[in-house]
């Protein structure tokens, strides 16, 4: 289970499905550096994916 960090992190709820894909496929490969995020994205399937950037397209803002 993930907390909610009391740092600076996106808001991620509404983004654009395509954008969304973009960024965790990116973490995935390593494209982007963040630790935090590289180590979510390495947990993850294409179809994670895929299904994560639905659901958060999907609700508002
Ligand atoms: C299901 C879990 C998670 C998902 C789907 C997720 C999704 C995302 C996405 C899509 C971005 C890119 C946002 C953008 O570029 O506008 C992002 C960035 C980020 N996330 Fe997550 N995240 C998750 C878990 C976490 C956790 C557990 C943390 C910290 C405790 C975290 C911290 C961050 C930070 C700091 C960034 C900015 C990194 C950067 O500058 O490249 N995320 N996340």
Redesign the pocket.
Known sequence: M?AY?NYH??R?AGQNYDY?VN??TEYKKGE?N?P??RA?GESLSDQDIRN?ATYLSSISK
Request: glycine content about 0%; hydrophobic content about 50%; proline content about 14%.
């Open positions: 993930n960090p992190v996106p991620i969304l960024a965790l982007r963040h935090t995020m979510q994560i």
